[in-house]
């Protein structure tokens, strides 16, 4: 029997990764797409504000998803920080020889726990999807690009409603076992509550250790930072966010926002969580983009940061 003081894990990490998806989650959902050096800039300043992982647009099809065309040249026009990484997503061969000619360091490639989705979104089944998935992830690997996954549905489906967490560990085990170094478990039309997010995590991480997996959140009812929280407890230590709450998927009727950035900074920021990530640098990017956009940041955090700051401008005058 053991004697002496009971110790009790930290009921929170030392530290997050924030995935900032912006630049590709958030601008693949706008009607308005922004010039190339726009897009530019603003990965400047998400790098600026002390982003390390900063996903910078997609190698798709441009008749698919047109906001996202000339990747290549936003690639191509980047600074390219040391320690800084900038993913592009990937649906097959074709869109990792154009993410090679430009230099890509880092894929990350899609697929989804739900047939119907996959359908609509990659024109694929799932089961062929993995199978390509497969060939462009040894394909990358072999040129020394890291991989990461994307587990679409997670928690819900737009088109079949519920979706099976059976369904989203096979599919989480099979990007792992081809190689991805982490799989994002993304709530793509943003459904999940806390405790289902939680049952979600504790059933991936019987076929994929939870060191290798991240979190996406889409924002559609106000659930994704309380979705955050619990799964921090199950031990996830990287979280996709978006600044500005900008975000959804084309193929995705009724996903809003992701989670914001500057929302996620600020609890994380609250509980005494490293990122590296500086909150005021972080939301003027969110008002730099939302400017071009010609509208406001959807990030609580952001608004009432600008509303202190005029508060304090009106006091001064
Ligand atoms: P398809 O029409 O079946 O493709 O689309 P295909 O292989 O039959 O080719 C048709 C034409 O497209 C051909 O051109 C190809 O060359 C061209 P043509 O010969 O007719 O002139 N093509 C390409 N062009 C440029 N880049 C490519 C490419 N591939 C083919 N890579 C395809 C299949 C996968 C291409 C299409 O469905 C597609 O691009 N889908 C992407 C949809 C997308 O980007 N969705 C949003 C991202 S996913 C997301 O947001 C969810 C996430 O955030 C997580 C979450 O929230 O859950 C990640
Ligand atoms: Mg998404």
Redesign the pocket.
């Known amino acids: 029997m053991t004697t002496g003081p009971q110790t009790t894990p930290p009921p929170y990490p030392d530290s997050v990764r924030i995935v900032e998806?912006a630049p590709?989650?958030g601008l693949?959902n706008e009607d308005l797409g922004l010039p190339v050096e726009t897009r530019i800039e603003f990965i400047e300043r998400l790098a600026d504000a002390g982003l390390t992982t900063i996903e910078a647009g997609?190698?798709?099809?441009?008749?698919?998803?047109p906001q996202?065309a000339d990747t290549d040249q936003v690639l191509a026009g980047l600074r390219r920080r040391e320690g800084v990484s900038y993913p592009v997503?990937?649906?097959?061969m074709?869109?990792l020889e154009?993410a090679l000619r430009a230099g890509a360091r880092e894929i990350?490639v899609?697929a989804?726990a739900s047939e119907t989705f996959s359908q609509k979104?990659?024109?694929?089944t799932v089961s062929d999807s993995l199978s390509r998935y497969a060939e462009v992830a040894a394909a990358a690997r072999a040129e020394g690009v890291a991989v990461r996954g994307?587990?679409?549905?997670?928690l819900g489906c737009p088109y079949e409603g519920e979706v099976a967490l059976t369904a989203v560990r096979d599919v989480a085990g099979s990007l792992v076992d081809m190689g991805c170094y982490e799989v994002?478990l993304?709530?793509?039309i943003g459904v999940g509550t806390p405790e289902k997010a939680r049952m979600m995590v504790r059933a991936v991480a019987e076929r994929v250790p939870v060191a290798h997996l991240a979190v996406?959140f889409?924002d559609t009812y106000g659930q994704a930072l309380a979705n955050v929280l619990a799964v921090l407890y199950e031990g996830v230590r990287v979280v996709d966010s978006s600044v500005a709450g900008l975000?959804?998927?084309?193929?995705?009727p009724g996903?809003a926002g992701?989670l914001a950035t500057e929302d996620l900074l600020f609890m994380l920021d609250g509980l005494g969580i490293r990122t590296g990530v500086r909150l005021h640098e972080l939301a003027a990017a969110g008002r730099f983009i939302t400017g071009h956009l010609g509208r406001t940041p959807r990030s609580r955090a952001a608004q009432a940061l600008a509303a202190t700051a005029q508060a304090v401008g009106a006091m001064e005058e």
Do not use: E, K
């Open positions: 998806v590709r989650d693949q997609s190698f798709v099809s441009p008749d698919w998803v996202m997503l990937v649906p097959n074709r869109g154009g990350a899609f989804a979104n990659i024109n694929s994307y587990v679409s549905c997670a994002s993304g709530d793509t996406h889409h975000g959804g998927c084309p193929y995705a996903a992701n």
